[in-house]
């Protein structure tokens, strides 16, 4: 079978959601596009520096090899947060990561929640289990993270803090945004970027119209020496996530091309919305940490983990070790 671009290659892949099949080249080349096409959207081309929040997941080097073919790579610089997870966490993953980077011409910024929180997550687990709390690894996880990265992205003057998700990341949580009702979480999910504080640096997520099969194939084809060991937390995600995505797979399966299609149609309902909403207030900071919280918290969730899991004392505003 002869690729439907070029039409001189052999075909390798069939692209289910354009009814194309594609050689090697042309596939890798339409990621690179829509990745492209996704940031000029946003305005990345213009900025004067864009943080890569990486992992050493596929995303992360699908996410600093696209940016890199149409960005000088000395606008961009990334940031790795070592979560501090027994036998998940390896030094061997970030060599390889720095390695590949500075292949690319980037610089690394090393981080860790031991030193940006004072605890490993794994110690934050054990303390919130010993508390008696019920809070799952992602939840103590994906705040630090969010923090950290923000933070980091204003240290070095980002005018944008750029993440590797993808499209099923994306849908996952645009509808378990819309099923738990959290309106402002759901529209800060459009594709332009919104600043409800000053302290935050705009987030944006190149990668958000490549399914996550592209991904993973894009990072196969390009022989990345990614972390493919699962964590060893994800039993401990939330159910509805996994429910969702597993609708979302039937949903796909069904009809190629759905993914697409309800990102589209969300964006352009998320547009009019934001045009009508009140989300112009600044958002309040935390009496603890001075970062931004929700409208109506004193204290923000992450400062509210710590101390109820006995790692900060509200009052000295230290954190105990
Ligand atoms: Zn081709
Ligand atoms: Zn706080």
Redesign the pocket.
Known sequence: MI?D??K??E?EVYQAHSGKR??R??FMKDIRERVKKESLKIGLDKASKILLAVSGGKDSYVLADTLSSFIDSNKLIAYNITEGIQGYNRYEQIVQLKRYLSSLGIELIEDSFKQGVGHTLDEMMKYSRNKGLNVSACTFCGGFRRKLINNAGRTVSADYVATGHNLDDEVQAIIVNLIRGDIIRLIRFADKPIKLSSKFVLRVKPLRRVYEWETTLYAYYGGYQFQEVECPYISTKPTLRSKVRELLYTLEDKKPGALLSILDEFDKIAEKVRKQSELKEELPTCKICGEPTSYGREICKNCELLISSGLLDPHQNLPIS
């Open positions: 690729c671009n070029c001189v290659r075909a594609l050689c080249k042309c």
